[in-house]
Nanobody
Framework: QVQLVESGGGLVQPGGSLRLSCAPV????????RGWYRQTPGNQRELVAT???????NYADPVKGRFTLSRDNARNTVYLQMSSLKPEDTGAYYC?????????????????WGQGTQVTVSS
């Protein structure tokens, strides 16, 4: 599998902003769907936003108009810009990348999760 590196979580006041980033470790990738999910204690992990290989995005209704998912193909990185944050946005945010990586002999499919980064929105 492919290791992912996430960053950008933290504590922010309501109305504030944070940017999360996620990138795989390695060099040669072909990406499929990439996205962010959120989980709170006692609840299942839920979709926040995804971006397809053609750049089309999909957002969960509670974050539409406040969160923006983007990508930097040169850095293999996806970013989740979160604005107008609310206390209900609090949770552990997990990056998920799907695609293929070059293993030296051919392409191998992967579906990897990051370790999670905590976002806390509180005054």
């Amino acid at each position: 599998q492919v290791q992912l590196v996430e960053s950008g979580g933290g504590l922010v006041q309501p109305g504030g902003s944070l940017r999360l980033s996620c990138a795989p470790v390695g060099r040669s990738f072909m990406f499929g769907i990439r996205g962010w999910y959120r989980q709170t204690p006692g609840n299942q992990r839920e979709l926040v936003a995804t971006i397809s290989n053609d750049g089309s995005t999909n957002y969960a209704d509670p974050v539409k108009g406040r969160f923006t998912l983007s990508r930097d193909n040169a850095r293999n990185t996806v970013y989740l810009q979160m604005s107008s944050l609310k206390p209900e946005d609090t949770g552990a945010y997990y990056c998920n990348l799907k695609g293929e990586f070059w293993n030296g002999n051919g392409w191998t499919q992967f579906d990897s999760w990051g370790q999670g980064t905590q976002v806390t929105v509180s005054s």
